[in-house]
């Protein structure tokens, strides 16, 4: 069975069994999240009635998420996919939190580390404009042990406009990417600019 096949095979179920069968939708997110924005309005609208139907079933018992659900509604926001309820926003940044208190606290050592991985999902949150001023700040409370760490996260989040960081964001960033995501404002241009001039006119 070709990849092509299976998939249109699991779009087929999916139409199928709309919201009567979450599992279809589950244990195959990774592939309509990933493709979300090729998918027919038909498929949109199931897979957005899905999440739906998943948080509202969890709203009405008031239940804690658990971890597979919180990381099911992280993707569907990371591929901008459903707009979810504040209290599934809480819990998501929640679980994020307490994933970087593991390292911060207790010293838990991993590779990557828990910062690596947890500050590009406290920025994924932010760019969405989702609980902005709580990541703000938890960051600022934290800010010895974040700082650094992301570029990213320096730049938008601590607000940084240091020499070091925009360097980090150059080397990961052609110039036209930084100044589509990141450069909003003639101020933040205008380090950019500055900072270019002075290290290749030296």
């Known amino acids: 069975m070709t990849i092509l096949t299976a998939n249109n095979l699991l779009i087929n179920n999916l139409v199928q069994n709309g919201n009567k069968d979450v599992s279809i939708f589950i244990n195959n997110q990774n592939f309509f999240f990933r493709f979300f924005s090729h998918l027919s309005e038909e498929i949109k609208t199931i ?8 948080e509202s079933e969890l709203l009405e018992k008031k239940d804690d ?4 659900i919180v990381h099911l509604f992280y993707q569907a926001i990371s591929w901008n996919v459903y707009t979810t309820d504040i209290v599934t926003q809480l819990a998501i940044l929640e679980n994020i939190k307490e994933f970087l208190a593991e390292e911060i606290n207790n010293g838990v050592v991993e ?22 001023e709580e990541i703000k700040s938890f960051a600022d409370e934290n800010k010895e042990e974040f700082s650094n760490v992301k570029p990213e996260f320096d730049w938008l989040i601590f607000d940084s406009r240091t020499d070091e960081t925009i360097e980090k964001l150059l ?3 052609n110039y036209d990417d930084l100044k589509d995501f990141f450069l909003k404002t003639n101020e933040e241009k205008t380090a950019v600019s500055d900072y ?6 030296k």
């Open 47 to 54: 897979v957005r009635e899905i999440l739906k139907h998943i």
């Open 196 to 201: 270019i001039l002075k290290k290749y006119t």
């Open 171 to 173: 080397k990961k960033y």
């Open 65 to 68: 998420y658990p971890e597979h």
């Open 111 to 132: 590779v990557p580390s828990r910062k690596e991985r947890g500050l590009p999902q406290l920025l994924t949150l932010f760019m969405a404009d989702i609980l902005s």
